[in-house]
């Protein structure tokens, strides 16, 4: 008897819908136990017993924490990986937050993992892998968000990682090396205000960025005996800020620039002249041409500030992550389901451009991916005013729209699948990949 894919699709609603609680369980878990990047140990251990429940044979520890669990198809044509994000933000004030680390799931990454064990039930309760040609891969990625610069810098002088970011690390480490096509979805804000209609979005683009350290180094003196025999790494720095907002008349609007420093270190005694003030920066926009002609200026800025004062200034450039332009082919499947799963009213395929980044955009960069958008938070990510109200949609929507655009590309011979691979223009190959964006800092040096 030929088995029909619409067939296929309800089963995988089915068996989504019957481990709801298992579902909302690990999700809820998670959220109540936020870890931040590079250190989601409880998080990893959660996914690695789902995957032991479910003998799902896995790699763990990729990036410290990262794992890749490997579900077979009829015949192993393409590899489809659903990506979920192991870490969390830190939002002291949110009253879910951890009271001694501060952190807290308000960038909704709880869900993404709930979505890819609602797939790993879909596909293992039922029978629909036997219907599929090719396997597919569960990866529950550390360190997303691009946080804590100096803890993971030293991470890399230790050997520990190479990059910041967990997908960059997980490329870096060949966990995508047999990997065709990604899939991701993140939850968004989609219960803010009642006229707002729309719950989710097949993809957007957005933002890429480089991070900066900077730190300048001063003299110290009395502040207020001899300020004249110190040199001032704070004003030192003001100056260059002042320098950088300087050159924001000439940021384009087409090219979404935005360079946000924080000081994290402004001194170390009110009456003693500062000298070694720490600043963390990002400096974002939709293209890399316009990101590397933004870095410059900024650069230039920060040496400007430090010559002003005679202070010393050095700034350590690192690869952020790519901007994100969404597979249109893949788009196009998502879109489909989405409709389905939720009406065609409240989805669009095309969300705005957002000016976030993800590390998704470094694997969108060396073979098709799409985040899509799926909704069921309220308020401000990253902010204490977040709150997860929908998790019907936010857990149970993710898992089914990941799944049934599994079953679209792998069925009927992996059809879709292959055109889509065939059709796709890499930014870069991999090894490109790492000798370009990896060592992208070497070039403000
Ligand atoms: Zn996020």
């Given at each position: 008897m030929k088995i029909e894919k619409e067939e296929l699709k309800k089963k995988a609603i089915e068996a989504i819908d019957k481990r709801r609680d298992e579902i909302f369980s690990i999700g809820d878990s998670i959220y109540n136990e936020p870890e931040l990047g590079y250190k989601e140990f409880k998080t990893a251990e959660k996914v690695k017993q789902v995957f032991e429940a479910m003998g799902i044979p896995y790699e763990e520890k990729i990036g410290i924490t990262g794992l890749k669990g490997v579900i077979k198809g009829k015949q192993a044509k393409y590899n489809v990986a659903v990506m979920g994000e192991l870490d969390s933000v830190i939002s002291p004030k949110h009253p879910d937050s951890d009271p001694i680390t501060g952190a807290a799931h308000c960038c909704g990454h709880n869900c993404m993992i709930a979505g890819i064990i609602g797939v790993v039930y879909a596909l293992k309760d039922t029978d629909i892998m036997e219907s599929l040609s090719g396997n597919v891969s569960i990866m529950a990625i550390?360190?997303?968000?691009?946080?804590e610069i100096g803890y993971r810098n030293e991470l890399i002088r230790k050997g520990e990682i190479s990059f910041l970011g967990g997908k960059q690390e997980f490329i870096k480490l060949g966990a995508f090396d047999d990997v065709d096509i990604a899939l991701m979805q993140h939850t968004f804000?989609?219960?803010?205000?009642?006229?707002?209609?729309?719950?989710?979005?097949a993809g957007n683009s957005s933002n890429g960025f480089i991070g900066q350290e900077i730190q300048f180094i001063g003299k110290e003196s009395h502040?207020?005996?001899?300020?004249?025999?110190g040199v001032n790494a704070l004003n030192a720095a003001t100056i260059a800020i002042t320098a950088i907002n300087a050159h924001r008349e000439t940021f384009r609007e087409k090219d979404y620039i935005r360079v946000h420093p924080i000081i994290t270190?402004?001194?170390?005694?009110?009456?003693v002249i500062p000298a070694d003030v720490r600043l963390e920066n990002y400096i974002r926009g939709s293209n890399i041409e316009a990101i590397l002609s933004a870095t410059k200026k900024v650069t230039r800025s920060w040496h400007a500030g430090a010559d002003a004062m005679g202070a010393k200034c050095i700034v350590n450039s690192l690869p952020g992550y790519l901007p994100v332009v969404p597979n249109k082919g893949l788009q196009e499947i998502m879109y489909q389901n989405l409709k389905q799963l939720i009406g065609e009213e409240k989805v669009i395929k095309n969300a705005e451009h957002t000016c976030g980044s993800s590390d998704v955009g470094d694997v969108a960069s060396i073979i098709p991916t799409i985040q899509a958008r799926i909704g069921g938070a309220a308020g401000n990510f990253h902010s204490d005013d977040y709150r997860l109200v929908d998790k019907e949609l936010a857990y149970l929507g993710a898992a089914k729209a990941l799944t049934l655009s599994i079953i679209d590309l792998l069925f009927d011979d992996a059809k879709e699948a292959e055109s889509i691979v065939k059709d796709f223009e890499p930014v870069y190959t991999k090894e490109a990949y790492l000798e370009n964006w990896g060592n992208i800092g070497d070039k403000f040096r």
């Open positions: 550390p360190a997303e968000e691009f946080v804000s989609s219960e803010n205000e009642e006229t707002n209609t729309i719950k989710a979005a502040a207020g005996d001899a300020p004249h025999a270190r402004g001194g170390d005694l009110v009456n």
